[in-house]
């Protein structure tokens, strides 16, 4: 039998931080985050077929589409030789099965970057309940949530006017955030493998929340992880901060300024039970504890 490769699965709603954490993790020494696996099908189409437009967004953090770098045609040679291996065709097609394919691919980037642990960042829960049910995996859950006022006014300001975006909106993020943190806080938070994180406590004291995800794992924080932008990194997808230099760590409190009177009080009540279980101020104010 193959033997199980770690996984550390971040859980969340996208706006909630998950691209920094993910940069933070995947720049300790033996943690590689290649950031959104589940798309993964996508660029493995692009080594074979030419006429496949892949735009600017779909660039590996290091600046370069997928079919160009250097590091990802490593992993395409060490995916063939592992499937090879196994007597399988590689395939990627669906995003969230979670197969030998997938197997393949996480083992041929651990042999390429020569850590121990994958990060994955994919946030998506059916793709994490199929780790969870595969024996090739074992996974740490790593719950990310955010105060669902900033997630809420982040995606609304980013969307278009079109109808199609309507599930965008202030109001319906804020019903999506407490359904799907609330969910999963039942679901996974009794599982030994369960840790759950505020966005705001780890901008605030980065070290002593990044301490205690590694701890969990039997490993100890490295200072460098806090300067990731220096480190060259292999992400797909994620938040644009992944390509800039020189970050600095803190919160993004716009939010606070930027929300009327009458969206932060209605998505206060709209919130109430997610605001309390999370430990989230009903007051405008910095969600530190």
Same mark, same amino acid.
């Given at each position: 039998?193959?033997?199980?490769?770690?996984?550390?699965?971040?859980?969340?709603?996208?706006?909630?931080?998950?691209?920094?954490?993910?940069?933070?993790?995947?720049?300790?020494?033996?943690?590689? #985050?290649?950031?959104?696996?589940?798309?993964?099908?996508?660029?493995?189409?692009?080594?074979?077929?030419?006429?496949?437009?892949?735009?600017?967004?779909?660039?590996?953090?290091?600046?370069?589409?997928?079919?160009?770098?250097?590091?990802?045609?490593?992993?395409? /040679?060490? $995916?063939?030789?592992?499937?090879?291996?196994?007597? $399988?065709?590689?395939?990627?097609? !669906?995003?969230?099965?979670?197969?030998?394919?997938? /197997?393949?691919?996480?083992?041929?980037? @651990?042999?390429? !970057?020569?850590?121990?642990?994958?990060?994955?960042? #994919?946030?998506?829960?059916?793709?994490?309940?199929?780790?969870?049910?595969?024996?090739?995996?074992?996974?740490?859950?790593?719950?990310?949530?955010?105060?669902?006022?900033?997630?809420?006014? !982040?995606?609304?300001?980013?969307?278009?006017?079109? =109808?199609?975006?309507?599930?965008?909106?202030?109001?319906?993020?804020?019903?999506?955030?407490?359904?799907?943190? &609330?969910?999963?806080?039942?679901?996974?938070?009794?599982?030994?493998?369960?840790?759950?994180?505020?966005?705001?406590? @780890?901008?605030?004291?980065?070290?002593?929340?990044?301490?205690?995800? @590694?701890?969990?794992? #039997?490993?100890?924080?490295?200072?460098? %992880?806090?300067?990731?932008?220096?480190?060259?990194?292999?992400?797909?997808?994620?938040?644009?901060?992944?390509?800039?230099?020189? %970050? =600095? &760590?803190?919160?993004?409190?716009?939010?606070? =300024?930027?929300?009327?009177? %009458?969206?932060?009080?209605?998505?206060?009540?709209?919130?109430?039970?997610?605001?309390?279980?999370?430990?989230?101020? &009903?007051?405008?104010?910095? %969600? @530190?504890?």
């Amino acid at each position: 039998m193959n033997a199980p490769i770690k996984v550390i699965y971040i859980l969340s709603l996208g706006h909630s931080g998950s691209t920094l954490l993910d940069l933070i993790l995947g720049s300790h020494s033996q943690i590689e #985050s290649v950031g959104e696996i589940m798309a993964f099908g996508k660029y493995w189409k692009s080594f074979s077929d030419n006429s496949l437009t892949l735009e600017d967004k779909d660039r590996c953090t290091c600046g370069f589409h997928v079919n160009e770098c250097d590091y990802w045609s490593k992993v395409r /040679y060490e $995916i063939e030789a592992n499937c090879e291996e196994l007597g $399988i065709v590689p395939s990627f097609n !669906s995003k969230e099965e979670i197969d030998q394919n997938t /197997y393949c691919l996480m083992k041929a980037v @651990l042999k390429v !970057s020569e850590k121990k642990i994958i990060c994955d960042s #994919s946030k998506n829960l059916f793709r994490l309940k199929n780790y969870l049910k595969s024996e090739l995996f074992e996974v740490f859950i790593l719950h990310l949530v955010r105060d669902g006022r900033a997630v809420a006014y !982040s995606w609304a300001k980013k969307r278009t006017h079109s =109808e199609k975006e309507a599930q965008y909106s202030y109001f319906n993020i804020l019903k999506r955030w407490q359904k799907f943190n &609330i969910n999963n806080y039942l679901s996974f938070s009794n599982f030994n493998n369960y840790f759950c994180l505020r966005y705001e406590d @780890l901008v605030n004291d980065p070290p002593h929340i990044v301490s205690k995800i @590694l701890k969990k794992n #039997s490993l100890e924080f490295e200072s460098d %992880q806090l300067q990731f932008w220096k480190l060259k990194h292999h992400n797909l997808y994620g938040n644009r901060m992944r390509r800039r230099s020189n %970050q =600095e &760590i803190k919160i993004d409190s716009s939010y606070l =300024e930027n929300l009327s009177h %009458q969206e932060w009080w209605l998505g206060t009540l709209l919130t109430a039970s997610g605001l309390r279980l999370f430990d989230y101020s &009903i007051q405008r104010k910095y %969600q @530190l504890k």
